[in-house]
Nanobody, 118 residues
Framework: VQLAESGGGLVQTGGSLRLSCVAS????????MGWFRQASGKEREFVAG????????DYGDSVKDRFTISRDNARNTLFLQMRSLKPEDTGVYYC????????????WGQGTQVTVSS
């Protein structure tokens, strides 16, 4: 499975961005997809996850009520709509996938930079 993110950029505090992740390859192996982020000097953090064939979503505490994860199965595309962005949302955002309902994510994209200016 190959994952390719896009949509990152520079935005002011309070602004919005939508990230996309296109998946290709052995996509029928995928059970869950998600978004993670990593700020400079910090560990990678879970942002949001979604089941690929159901309606289950999950969010990190820091983004609940501001970010929305969604998917378009027909286009093999994962989205992350980010609203009310804060400087602490700055980081590299990674798309990830796994072939099981729980456990480690074993497919990763290259990441896209999101920078929120104060």
């Amino acid at each position: 499975v190959q994952l390719a993110e896009s949509g990152g950029g520079l935005v002011q505090t309070g602004g919005s961005l939508r990230l996309s992740c296109v998946a290709s390859g052995r996509f029928h192996d995928i059970w869950n997809m998600g978004w993670f982020r990593q700020a400079s000097g910090k560990e990678r953090e879970f942002v949001a996850g979604i089941s690929w064939f159901g309606h289950t979503t999950d969010y990190g505490d820091s983004v609940k009520d501001r970010f929305t994860i969604s998917r378009d199965n027909a286009r093999n595309t994962l989205f992350l709509q980010m609203r009310s962005l804060k400087p602490e949302d700055t980081g590299v955002y990674y798309c990830a996938a796994r072939g099981t309902p729980t456990g480690d994510y074993n497919y990763w994209g290259q990441g896209t930079q999101v920078t929120v200016s104060s």
